[in-house]
């Protein structure tokens, strides 16, 4: 591992075969919602932290207990035939600055194949115009792509388009290029998403795709759907409301905080 960024784990935990989520911020808060809202459903508990010398100097405080900016989340994941394979998720609230982006994503590659863990996802954000809720719900994809042909097989299935050209940037950029080097299967999923606004719904789509063809637990992505409904209402709104006053701040994701 990278001499200033270090892998600090609290409990240690049997992570073979394990799936491995990134849940570094992207596009629309995409991997961030998506890594808290596994995080919550399955009720992984914490098992590590990523640190250096060069993150931002704060305590996260929920539920009266500090949390470092990046963690480790690892649990079981619970199938109608009981208890799977393991699952593990990084998450954090930082946005890693872009000399450190390829040394954040080498040093949980370098991790992620110690632990003997099975594939990696990123889920993210492909970046879209502005249009209408009815449109979006109507019409919106999720692609796929994958650093081997183990991993583009996976994502041979109906409602996964293939990403067969364009530019992934940070840490899921990263993790591709290193899974094909290393011939580590990492898949990138990537939904549809406005840019500037936690984008829920986008979240909802991938999480659909990445419990259908990965994780099998029938995840409920309804609160998510109901989250972006909430957002795309006050995003109305608040459009309405710009025609004549000044801009005004936009919504934020209760799923995200």
């Not at 994809?141 to 940070?170: C, D, H, M, Q, W």
Request: aromatic residues 6%; contains cysteine.
């Amino acid at each position: 591992m990278n001499d200033d960024v270090q892998i600090y784990e609290l409990k240690k935990m049997d992570l073979k075969n394990a799936i491995v989520i990134d849940g570094f911020p992207s596009v629309g808060l995409v991997s961030s919602i998506v890594a808290n809202f596994l995080i919550t459903e399955l009720r992984l508990e914490q098992i590590g932290i990523i640190d250096a010398p060069q993150f931002p100097v704060v305590s996260l405080i929920k539920n009266s207990e500090p949390h470092h900016p990046v963690r480790i989340y690892a649990g079981s994941k619970t199938t109608s035939k009981g208890d799977g394979d393991r699952l593990v998720v990084f998450t954090s609230e930082l946005q890693p600055p872009p000399n450190m982006v390829k040394v954040i994503a080498t040093t949980m590659l370098d991790w992620i194949e110690e632990q003997k863990c099975g594939l990696l996802v990123s889920p993210e954000g492909l970046v879209i115009e502005d249009g209408s809720p009815d449109d979006r719900r109507a019409e919106m994809k999720v692609y796929g792509v994958g650093s081997t042909k183990r991993a583009r097989e996976l994502l041979v299935e109906p409602n996964v388009f293939p990403f067969t050209e364009g530019i992934i940037t940070g840490i899921a950029g990263v993790l591709l290029n290193e899974g094909k080097i290393r011939d580590f299967d990492v898949i990138c999923l990537l939904a549809e998403a406005y840019q500037d606004i936690p984008d829920a719904r986008a979240a909802a789509k991938v999480i659909e795709v990445l419990d259908r063809i990965l994780l099998h637990t029938k995840l409920d992505a309804k609160p998510l759907y109901d989250e972006a409904l909430r957002i795309e209402r006050e995003l109305q709104r608040i459009r309405e409301k710009s025609k004549t006053q000044k801009a005004v701040a936009p919504p934020t994701s209760s799923i995200y905080r």
